[in-house]
């Protein structure tokens, strides 16, 4: 925190910051971003797209082994090295990521240049607003008390959140491999937005269906600057997406609403914003079924899908460095299809299907000779 502002303004009542909104900061005022605010593009076909859908080429290699870590998101694949993977099998890890939100790896030979070849596979490089290095960005610990400087810089750094939201062009997969990392702490944790919508009522999905959530990058472009004590790329962007989102693979819906970068709703007024945020929060923070929490080592790896995933980095106290590095490639502007369906309508669809495939065919008010056989009664019809 040696960067807040506020952190040079002390009460002489309290002995405590004086609350300071950073633009008081005059580092931000005196900022002039060196970029432009991007345009929208068309990004390649998602990789995951080409896959077959049986994953046969990944799934039969024979060391491969691949644990669930909760019903709802989170799959541990090991026996295998990332770094040896052919494009077939990059694009069928891609659906299973689609699928599952985020995959985890451990003990991986990657070194830079190689996760950054390998994720050039994906798609187009994204570039976060303070990432210098043109192709990853290095992400290190978190040892502030996110609900402490809350209080004196407005972007709520530890929440949960999809990587650089606001984005027109918001990143489809993102991917961190752990350089350094201590023995303890410094964990992330993921929620699965498949699984956020699916818990809401029928009601409430239906009318959140019909508004659009506000992503800014107003609030973490003052913070950058304010507690990271450097100078975003780009000026600050504010980006209407629809609050439920189609995922372009999946064809399933995510909520696609999180508190690190939403601060409202276009449609609705502002209490009326301020109230269902509050409830976004709380939905998002109780839905410990639809959650994981990865511990890291290093050599571990993540793998996850930001269209369907939200995360945060759990703050600690450790004191050994956390060191990782992140590449990113941008995904399509969000959007939403009204004909799509929730993760869990399409099981409990599949599953009607499946037992309607068994009920039994009715011939004359009997059953035939087929349905006999298809209930394994081979007696003569």
């Not at 709520?156 to 650089?164: A, N, Q, R, V, W």
Request: hydrophobic share 35%; charged share 25%.
């Amino acid at each position: 925190m040696a960067h807040l502002e506020s952190r040079k303004h002390i009460s002489p009542d309290s002995n405590f910051p004086i609350t300071l909104h950073p633009k008081f900061n005059p580092k931000i005022t005196a900022h002039v971003p060196p970029e432009t605010i991007r345009s929208e593009i068309t990004p390649p076909k998602d990789r995951a797209s080409f896959a077959d859908p049986s994953k046969a080429a990944l799934l039969y290699i024979p060391s491969i082994k691949l644990t669930d870590l909760t019903e709802s998101l989170g799959t541990l694949i090991s026996g295998i090295q990332l770094s040896q993977l052919n494009p077939t099998q990059l694009d069928e890890l891609a659906l299973l990521v689609t699928e599952r939100g985020v995959v985890f790896f451990r003990d991986q030979d990657l070194d830079t240049d190689g996760q950054v070849k390998l994720f050039e596979h994906y798609g187009i490089l994204d570039r976060h607003p303070a990432q210098k290095d043109v192709k990853h960005v290095v992400i290190k610990g978190s040892r502030e008390d996110h609900r402490e400087i809350l209080k004196y810089t407005p972007w709520p750094s530890g929440d949960f959140h999809s990587d650089t939201s606001f984005e027109i062009n918001p990143p489809s997969y993102s991917m961190l491999r752990m350089e350094e990392h201590p023995a303890v702490g410094g964990d992330t944790a993921w929620v699965s937005t498949y699984g956020l919508y699916d818990a809401l009522s029928g009601a409430m999905q239906k009318f959140v269906e019909t508004l659009h959530a506000v992503h800014t990058s107003r609030l973490q472009y003052d913070t950058i600057i304010d507690l990271w004590g450097v100078g975003p790329n780009r000026p600050p962007l504010d980006s209407h997406h629809p609050a439920v989102r189609t995922h372009p693979v999946t064809g399933l819906k995510a909520l696609n609403v999180n508190p690190g970068f939403v601060t409202g709703f276009a449609e609705l007024k502002k209490v009326e914003s301020d109230k269902l945020l509050d409830f976004f929060a709380y939905h998002t923070h109780s839905a410990d079924d639809h959650a994981v929490r990865w511990k890291w080592e290093v050599g571990s790896v993540a793998f996850w899908d930001n269209r369907c995933t939200n995360h945060r980095v759990i703050p600690g106290w450790y004191e050994a460095p956390r060191r990782g590095i992140r590449t990113t490639v941008f995904g399509e502007k969000p959007y939403f299809d009204p004909v799509s369906e929730g993760r869990a309508e399409r099981q409990q669809r599949l599953k009607a299907e499946k037992e309607k495939e068994k009920v039994p065919e009715q011939v004359n008010g009997e059953s035939s000779g087929k349905d006999k056989v298809l209930k394994g009664d081979l007696t003569p019809a």
